[in-house]
């Protein structure tokens, strides 16, 4: 289990692993009302090495990506709720629309993103391919989303029963 980092305190928790070698790699998202779907995609981030790093966009990053209906989990119950995840190793939550600023920050070796992007369009790409790590992508399990999930509540409960 790892925990939730302000982004000083996890430079300095980073610099750390790479003094011991550990192979970072880093992923983001919204990770609102957790499911399989994102479960299996940090399984499968974390294989690829040895630290798996979380950015969690913060509440308002949210808002002005996804509209003022979300997020339903606040951000610091999805930081606490992927800080506890053994295969998450560290979180810390980025205000911007994208994860750019952490990134560069992170400079991890092995960057992560569902294979809905194509590499070319994966932001922080440059960063990492610079510093000689690498960008992969991983499948989503199908039939498995927040939105999904909104709409199976919806249709459940706004019936009278």
Same mark, same amino acid.
């Given at each position: ?21 550990k ?28 630290? =798996?790093?979380?950015? /969690?966009?913060? *509440?308002?990053? #949210? ?8 997020? +339903? @989990? ?15 190793d ?11 600023? =952490?990134?560069?920050? /992170?400079?991890? *070796?092995?960057? #992560? ?8 369009? +994966? @932001? ?38």
């Amino acid at each position: 289990m790892g925990m939730v980092y302000s982004l000083k305190e996890l430079t300095e928790q980073l610099l750390q692993w790479k003094r011991l070698n550990k192979k970072v790699v880093f992923t983001n998202g919204v990770f609102d009302i957790l499911h399989r779907g994102h479960i299996e995609y940090l399984l499968s981030a974390k294989k690829m090495g040895d630290v =798996l790093v979380v950015g /969690v966009n913060s *509440d308002s990053s #949210v808002r002005r990506i996804k509209g003022p209906l979300r997020p +339903i @989990v606040n951000e610091q119950d999805r930081a606490f709720i992927l800080s506890q995840l053994s295969c998450v190793d560290a979180v810390c939550l980025f205000d911007e629309e994208t994860p750019y600023n =952490l990134i560069t920050a /992170v400079v991890p *070796d092995v960057l #992560v993103k569902g294979a809905d992007y194509t590499i070319g369009t +994966i @932001v922080g790409r440059d960063i990492v391919e610079k510093a000689g790590g690498h960008v992969q992508t991983i499948e989503f399990v199908p039939d498995r989303s927040t939105t999904g999930i909104v709409e199976t509540i919806v249709q459940r409960f706004s019936k009278p029963q």
